[in-house]
T-cell receptor, first 112, second 117 residues
Framework: QQQVKQSPQSLIVQKGGIPIINCAYENTAFDYFPWYQQFPGKGPALLIAIRPDVSEKKEGRFTISFNKSAKQFSLHIMDSQPGDSATYFCAARNSGNTPLVFGKGTRLSVIA | DAGVIQSPRHEVTEMGQEVTLRCKPISGHNSLFWYRQTMMRGLELLIYFNNNVPIDDSGMPEDRFSAKMPNASFSTLKIQPSEPRDSAVYFC???????????????FGNGTRLTVT
């Protein structure tokens, strides 16, 4: 059973565009929602994270939007650059000492 | 800090052979996780340890898979015998958890790419 559903699988945008990656979850006990960025040959690395007590969090060009009632959250990348080309994973976990569950990933290509 | 260290980076083996993947977590971290990544299934949790004790191994696909954590600085994932469908990238990750809500971010190693022919 996939606990976090991520879309799209792949995304191509022009430099300067704003790619948006979406995730949906079912488990209302989830209370921590990170996004991870993975470059080829590397492990995923934490990019930005949000808790459900806020609806938006921004760090540099990366923004998470969170909709608790819809059980959805999304990643926006402002002014995207070719260096942002990577695979992005959303994830979630609850407040217990439990592991993260990951979405299947979105392969983003930013073309110049 | 050297980060999470995994070895080998690449492993090519023949079906039926035993494969051992190794992981050194970040010093001071008390939780360790093994994930497997494939195109079809994404990142799947195989097993995780807290304070060197296996907590949940329900993600281990079959009895051919086993994992150990003999001390706080070392873990192994063993596949015996290996099969072509085990081909994937295996990641080790670690974090520090104190209580239910105080946990550091998950740090991943760079993975071991396993190819079973």
């Amino acid at each position: 059973q996939q606990q976090v559903k991520q879309s799209p699988q792949s995304l191509i945008v022009q430099k300067g565009g704003i790619p948006i990656i979406n995730c949906a979850y079912e488990n209302t006990a989830f209370d921590y929602f990170p996004w991870y960025q993975q470059f080829p040959g590397k492990g995923p690395a934490l990019l930005i994270a949000i808790r459900p007590d806020v609806s938006e969090k921004k760090e540099g060009r990366f923004t998470i939007s969170f909709n608790k009632s819809a059980k959805q959250f999304s990643l926006h990348i402002m002014d995207s650059q070719p260096g942002d080309s990577a695979t992005y994973f959303c994830a979630a976990r609850n407040s217990g000492n439990t592991p993260l569950v990951f979405g299947k990933g979105t392969r983003l290509s930013v073309i110049a | 800090d050297a980060g999470v260290i995994q070895s080998p980076r690449h492993e090519v083996t023949e079906m039926g052979q035993e494969v051992t993947l190794r992981c050194k977590p970040i010093s001071g971290h008390n939780s360790l996780f093994w994930y497997r990544q494939t195109m079809m299934r994404g990142l799947e949790l195989l097993i995780y340890f807290n304070n060197n004790v296996p907590i949940d191994d329900s993600g281990m696909p079959e009895d051919r898979f086993s994992a150990k954590m003999p001390n706080a600085s070392f873990s192994t994932l063993k596949i015996q015998p290996s099969e072509p469908r085990d081909s994937a990238v295996y990641f080790c990750a670690s974090s520090f958890a104190r209580g239910l809500r105080n946990r550091s971010p998950l740090h991943f190693g760079n993975g071991t790419r396993l190819t079973v022919t």
